[in-house]
């Protein structure tokens, strides 16, 4: 089993900050990954997939990267809408995901 | 627009079956682009994937949940379903139904509103 390691598991930032998660994997898992926003109460949303590919009708504040065991999450500039827990998602033989980062507006 | 969306009992008694259906409409579960999954979530917990059925019948689990869980596919109806066998609190969660589209690295690119079952007798 692939382990995923996600971290911070919370954060807290102001509107307009650079917010950064990291998310590692236990093994190489080339660019297999995938982030997921998910809003209390809502199914997930894709975000970025393959690493580093924004969604269509993603907003470009969002963007990835990263390739075999570590990588990053970025929200450039964030925003109140933005309140919400973002999930990693590694596909390398069966998919699995990563805790979870829950994030805040200071 | 493609849409998913999961129905079935929302209490299910300890040690009996959980029984779910997902319904796919704005699209033909038939594709050969897509697997078509399970996930869930316990109440204020992460996400689980159980495991994903292929429109041809061929099925994939969590190892986890494998002795316990069956994915089946009716193409005529345009629905996949999820039983899970012998539950227990443990598996009181949000289900959700979602595609797997294959060329995107296996991500999860349309989900159902998740439906809420609980185990309790």
């Known amino acids: 089993d692939i382990q995923m390691t996600q971290s911070p598991s919370s954060l807290s930032a102001s509107v307009g900050d650079r917010v950064t998660i990291t998310c590692q994997a236990s093994q190489d898992i080339s660019n297999y990954l995938n982030w997921y926003q998910q809003k209390p109460g809502k199914a997930p949303k894709l975000l970025i997939y393959d690493a580093s590919n924004l969604e269509t009708g993603v907003p470009s504040r969002f963007s990835g990267s990263g390739s075999g065991t570590d990588f990053t999450f970025t929200i450039s500039s964030l925003q109140p809408e933005d309140i919400a827990t973002y999930y990693c998602?590694?596909?390398?033989?069966?998919?699995?995901f990563g805790g979870g980062t829950k994030v805040e507006i200071k | 627009q493609v849409q998913l969306q999961e129905s079935g009992p929302g209490l299910v008694k300890p040690s009996q079956t959980l029984s779910l259906t997902c319904t796919v409409s704005g699209g033909s579960i038939s594709s050969g682009d897509y697997y078509w999954s399970w996930i869930r979530q316990p109440p204020g917990k992460g996400l689980e994937w159980i495991g994903y059925?292929?429109?041809?019948?061929?099925?994939y689990y969590n190892p986890s949940l494998k002795s316990r869980v069956t994915i089946s596919v009716d193409t005529s109806k345009n629905q996949f379903s999820l039983k899970l066998s012998s539950v227990t609190a443990a598996d009181t969660a949000v289900y959700y139904c979602?595609?797997?589209?294959?060329?995107?690295?296996?991500?999860?690119?349309?989900w159902g509103q998740g439906t809420l079952v609980t185990v309790s007798s």
């Open positions: 998602q590694q596909y390398d033989n069966l998919p699995g």
């Open positions: 979602a595609r797997d589209k294959l060329s995107t690295g296996g991500a999860f690119d349309y």
């Open positions: 059925i292929y429109y041809s019948g061929s099925t």
